[in-house]
């Protein structure tokens, strides 16, 4: 672990296996209490320097490890396939997002402002003055998951170094290695001892101990919708950021490009084998173009290339851990006896490895079409009407992201401005995401919003000052 800049062990050692097939690609150590309390003692001595560091010193802090994760972007995204199994085309490119994740903090670290307050727009505030200025909010406990573990976390401890403040980061039990790789590149970078520190092991105890941690100020999670709505319980009035899951659909109109449509379906729904909170899950197909859009997406699913994630070729590696794998496939066969028709995929091999599986005439009651499976699975279901669409569109607990492919733009405004989300495309999937928009959900998908300049928007205080002229 890395707390107050050193590395601390326990008695408590834990392996981290390969997901693919169970090998062991790394030991760590197990923190407790102890632990975690000394790590939020530790952020707490450094929050001083850094809320006395100039904009500028930050900013340059974050460049500097900026540049050196892109100088060792491939033993990141080597050790980013060794704990999640991601295939490692998909590694190299989440550590070169990670890396713009970090510049864009730097960069907004520079433009992190207040505002001018007109006093004198109400009478009573004649011959007043009044200005905003941001403050960091103080120690940030950032809990991280495995499906994106380096990406997610740079979301996280860039925009809050960037805004002054200090972090205990706490990645997922089966993910830490990338984490702690990171800490390393920071402390290199010139942040202070204490600014970033890691605890590894699993998530109840330490999760339940940091949030509740009286030095905490704030806490941030991508996890599930279990764990968000136990954590807001705890927490009492610090303040939260939630990202906490979706089940990501997309409308197909009869007038969309069907080539485009159905190739950007096939990569939204089974990158990293599904495990990304904005996976496409659900499609809903005009009934006057369904029959083509089936045939492309299932010419297009059984071209994957299924193999072990380190080689260059593979495109649909393991799930993270065989119960999961067990899990998703057994929603398969449930959704198969319940009338859905599987066309392609669905098979089991290996450990972990589920084959990317597209069903049709999916019950919309069925758990593929109202939960969040996280797994290679894409239910794809016909409509007659766009109000129609959009009513199933909304029928979920979950609020993320949503799409719509067509060339008619009163129709893609219409599926916007009703859609229930908090992030909606047009001619593109829902699992696109670029690192420096608004990136957040409203109902079970969540609360708060990161995306570098929004982030710290969350991790920063507005304090007004005024005086009497």
């Not at 949030?211 to 764990?227: A, F, I, K, P």
Request: charge should be negative; aromatic fraction near 4%.
């Amino acid at each position: 672990m890395r707390i107050g800049g050193q590395q601390v062990i326990t008695s408590q050692p834990r392996t981290v296996e390969l997901p693919f097939d169970g090998s062991a690609v790394g030991t760590i150590f197990q923190a407790g209490l102890e632990q975690v309390d000394a790590a939020v003692k530790a952020a707490r001595a450094a929050a001083p320097a850094m809320r006395e560091m100039t904009r500028d010193q930050r900013s340059n802090i974050l460049r500097r490890a900026h540049g050196r994760l892109l100088e060792r972007r491939d033993a990141i995204a080597s050790a980013i396939v060794a704990e999640c199994g991601k295939p490692i085309r998909e590694a190299r490119t989440e550590a070169e997002r990670a890396a713009y994740t970090l510049l864009f903090s730097a960069e907004e670290a520079h433009r992190l402002a207040g505002e001018v307050v007109p006093m004198d727009a109400e009478p009573l505030g004649a011959g007043h003055w009044g200005m905003t200025v941001r403050e960091p909010v103080g120690v940030i406990a950032a809990i991280t998951p495995f499906n994106c573990p380096l990406s997610l976390a740079m979301h996280k401890i860039g925009p809050a170094l960037a805004g002054g403040n200090t972090v205990v980061h706490k990645p997922a039990s089966t993910t830490p290695l990338s984490a702690l790789l990171m800490a390393d590149l920071f402390e290199e970078a010139g942040l202070p001892a204490g600014a970033l520190n890691v605890v590894t092991g699993p998530g109840g105890l330490l999760g339940d101990a940091l949030v509740m941690h009286s030095g905490v100020n704030m806490v941030t999670l991508t996890g599930s919708v279990e764990v968000g709505l136990r954590l807001r319980t705890l927490v009492g009035m610090k303040r939260v950021t939630l990202e906490l899951g979706n089940n990501s659909a997309v409308i197909v109109e009869d007038d969309a490009d069907l080539d485009e449509a159905a190739s950007r379906c096939v990569a939204g729904a089974f990158a990293h084998s599904g495990q990304v909170c904005i996976s496409i899950q659900r499609v809903y197909v005009n009934r006057k173009v369904a029959a083509g859009f089936l045939e492309r997406i299932v010419e297009r699913s059984r071209k994957l290339a299924i193999g072990h994630p380190r080689e260059a070729a593979t495109e649909i590696s393991p799930l993270i851990t065989p119960d999961e794998a067990e899990r998703v496939h057994e929603w398969i066969g449930d959704a198969v006896e319940c009338g859905a028709r599987l066309l392609t995929g669905g098979e089991r091999s290996e450990r972990a490895t589920i084959a990317p599986a597209v069903l049709t005439d999916v019950p919309e009651s069925h758990a593929i079409m109202r939960k969040e499976a996280f797994g290679p699975v894409m239910g794809v279901n016909q409509y007659d009407t766009l109000s129609q669409a959009i009513d199933w569109m909304n029928d979920s607990d979950y609020g993320l992201q949503a799409g719509i492919y067509t060339r008619d733009i009163g129709k893609a405004f219409t599926a916007a401005r009703r859609a229930e989300v908090g992030g909606f495309l047009i001619n593109q999937v829902p699992q696109f995401r670029v690192d420096q928009m608004p990136y957040g959900g409203v109902k079970l998908s969540g609360t708060g919003r990161e995306g570098t300049r929004y982030a710290i928007e969350e991790m920063t205080e507005p304090k007004l000052i005024c005086w009497k002229a």
